[in-house]
């Protein structure tokens, strides 16, 4: 767990307990001291939020480092892991994204979702086997402008998204794509139910931001994760048979975030404020997550200033409720599990 963004954070502390950590927790040794590790992403000109540690993901004996931000920072990235053998950091590759958000690992291999691709919208995700080099995988026709998350389903993947609103009235284009058994091929995931709203784009309603299985279904929350509301309809269920998906309007955001945090007229940040749901993990039956805000406005230092700023901890055990809210100590605030 990590205290609260700031945003000009130089050297993460995220980054120096969570590696100290596992490094302690890997060795022979009963105790172990903090160092000080740095930040590479400040030698690759990262400034204000784009130096912060996102995700830290321990594979094939490093630990991964997930940076940079959608907002302002041009791109592409470096990916850099940190290895404990050279007790250094290591520099693998340079991604064309504006932001490495997320890694997944799924069958011994490790994954980041496209978040923001540079120049296209071609690109899908990155694949790194154990002992491999890293993949690129895109698709020239099917674009989607952002890949928020991913999942496996039997030996398909499930990406989550959007895609950019398109010109010609009522088109709809689809906020996830699925790939065939060989993860190479992609085609897209339309939403059964999308309300009927005219020549408006439907952006909200099929903007994604996080997937995940459970109770024994896969949901998918949108843009409609919002602060204030209570919006029917921000949540979707995958349909495996037909690889389509269908809002849920029984469900509102209420679902995932307490009502303490949005049942007020102008909730804790606004109406233009997202909650995204972070790398949920299901444990004896409970949703265990973290939640982010992310803003919709069109004001870009209100963007910035709500730019997965940390929630808090939540856990859910049952459909029809608000979740309950897990307190730390120390006044923390959990950013990850």
Request: aromatic share 12%.
């Amino acid at each position: 767990m990590q205290l609260k963004f700031l945003p000009q954070l130089i050297f993460t502390v995220s980054c120096l307990v969570a590696i100290a950590f596992w490094l302690g927790h890997n060795s022979p040794r009963t105790e172990f001291a903090a160092v000080r590790l740095g930040n590479p992403l400040a030698g690759d000109g990262k400034t204000g939020r784009a130096l912060n540690v996102w995700d830290l993901q321990v594979f094939d004996g490093k630990v991964y480092l997930g940076g940079g931000d959608t907002t302002r920072n041009a791109g592409p990235i470096n990916v850099w892991a940190y290895s404990p053998a050279r007790q250094s950091f290591i520099k693998e590759t340079t991604v064309a994204e504006e932001a490495i958000l997320q890694y997944k690992v799924i069958d011994d291999q490790l994954y980041i979702p496209a978040a923001d691709p540079r120049g296209n919208d071609n690109s899908k995700f990155y694949r790194l086997a154990a002992g491999g080099t890293w993949e690129k995988f895109a698709d020239q026709s099917l674009k989607l402008a952002h890949v928020r998350d991913l999942i496996k389903l039997n030996n398909k993947l499930l990406l989550v998204g959007n895609s950019r609103p398109e010109i010609k009235e009522q088109e709809i284009v689809p906020g996830a794509v699925i790939t065939d058994s060989n993860q190479v091929n992609f085609r897209p995931v339309q939403v059964d139910n999308l309300p009927d709203t005219g020549n408006v784009t439907f952006l909200g309603f099929d903007w994604f931001f996080t997937v995940f299985a459970f109770q024994n279904k896969i949901f998918a929350l949108n843009a409609f994760l919002r602060d204030t509301g209570g919006y029917p309809g921000s949540i979707a269920v995958y349909d495996p048979q037909t690889e389509r998906l269908a809002l849920d309007f029984n469900l509102g955001s209420e679902e995932f975030i307490p009502q303490a945090n949005i049942d007020q007229e102008n909730g804790k940040y606004g109406v233009d404020t997202i909650y995204q749901i972070w790398q949920p993990l299901v444990y004896q039956d409970h949703l265990i997550y973290t939640a982010r805000s992310f803003s919709n406005a069109v004001n870009l230092r209100k963007a910035e200033q709500l730019y997965f700023n940390s929630l808090g901890v939540y856990l859910k055990s049952a459909w029809g409720k608000s979740p309950s809210e897990i307190d730390l100590p120390h006044q923390s605030i959990g950013e990850d599990l």
